[in-house]
């Protein structure tokens, strides 16, 4: 799925036939469905197999708007869908991968079974908890099927066939997990030809502040991707030869100086060669690499090579894979299989804000 999402997006950009366009658009739909599914699983299988607690820190619910802008954005203009960040400023206490699992979650499930018109994500402060909604106007599901299916039983009582809400309720099944790990609220409300709203309750700050600035005090910039992305040289360590040139075309694609290959040592032969040597500004890698290598491994003979602590996201199919606690530990940023292309680049434009 990470191979065939990668691919789909890479020939949808090299296509001007309106028929062939609409025919892969209809395939990345689908492997956008499959591959959203996959992908909140996978994260619960990571959190159970590290069986990890919640690490509950401050931050600002403005950068996870940003990503979910960012990574859906584009996947809801596939389906000629209107989505709508509303902007918050507000500081939440919680575990900011949590909540973005779940807000990724509900997303993806919005946008999956939606076929048309709007989805609206905005916050509502009360006096201790920022309610943060996800709302679509598609039907909701009878009382019956609520009973069924629904994660928490609220309001209901719309029609809407019930394999469509099966495939829905999945979707709300996977983010109440995670909400139960967290001991935040989930409330479902579906009505009648007004459509469904979810709202997850996560716990304002004490003391809000606001949105940190970048270290030179400068606001953050409100550029086009195409105009912050360019510049920055990114290292990709990846062993399988397909997904090393389809990542490449993408970055390059986006703006970015790339120098891959499949090991640490050809990448620093790659720069020496072909990029003056300099200290790339991202390490990308695949973490089970050749000869029992993994990304870690990579990273620190990167690291070591250019005397400096290069920020570093690492992409894996295996949440237990041994040796994933490490890269945990380190603060590597950690992305796992089938990945979208859209995730990707939100993530990295995030980790080299924050690393800038």
């Not at 703006?255 to 640490?264: D, F, W």
């Not at 993994?294 to 003979?301: F, K, Q």
């Amino acid at each position: 799925m990470h191979a065939l999402s990668l691919t789909l997006e890479a020939l949808a950009e090299r296509i001007d036939d309106a028929e062939t366009t609409a025919l892969v658009r209809n395939a990345q739909i689908s492997a956008d469905g499959v591959t959203g599914v996959l992908d909140s699983l996978l994260g619960i299988a990571a959190m159970e197999a590290k069986g990890s607690k919640p690490e509950i820190s401050q931050f600002a619910i403005s950068d996870l708007l940003t990503h979910l802008r960012d990574q859906f954005g584009e996947r809801a203009a596939h389906k000629n869908i209107e989505l709508r960040i509303l902007p918050c400023t507000l500081v939440v206490d919680s575990d900011r991968q949590m909540v973005l699992r779940i807000l990724e979650t509900l997303v993806s499930n919005a946008i999956h079974h939606t076929d048309c018109g709007r989805i609206l994500i905005g916050c509502r402060r009360t006096k201790k908890i920022l309610r943060i909604g996800i709302l679509d106007n598609q039907p909701g599901q009878s009382t019956e099927m609520a009973n069924r299916f629904s994660p928490d039983g609220a309001d209901q009582s719309a029609p809407d066939t019930e394999s469509n809400w099966q495939g829905y309720a999945l979707g709300l099944s996977i983010a109440k997990n995670i909400c139960a790990r967290l001991g935040q609220d989930m409330v479902v409300i579906s009505r009648a030809d007004k459509g469904k709203a979810i709202w997850l309750n996560v716990a304002l700050s004490a003391v809000q502040k606001a949105r940190q600035q970048s270290k030179n005090g400068t606001k953050p910039s409100a550029t086009p991707a195409a105009e912050t992305e360019g510049g920055a040289t990114i290292a990709i360590v990846e062993d399988n030869l397909d997904i090393l040139l389809t990542t490449t075309q993408f970055l390059t694609g986006w703006g970015y100086n790339v120098y891959g290959g499949g090991s640490a040592g050809a990448v620093i032969r790659n720069l020496e060669v072909n990029g003056s040597g300099v200290c790339p500004n991202l390490v990308l890698s695949d973490f089970n690499l050749r000869d029992e290598m993994t990304a870690v491994d990579a990273i620190a003979d990167l690291n070591q090579h250019y005397n400096s602590q290069i920020p570093a996201i690492i992409i894996t199919g295996d949440p237990s894979a041994p040796g994933i606690d490490k890269a945990r530990a380190l603060n590597y940023e950690i992305l796992f299989k089938p990945l979208r292309a859209a995730k990707l680049r939100a993530l990295i434009r995030y980790t080299l804000e924050q690393n800038a």
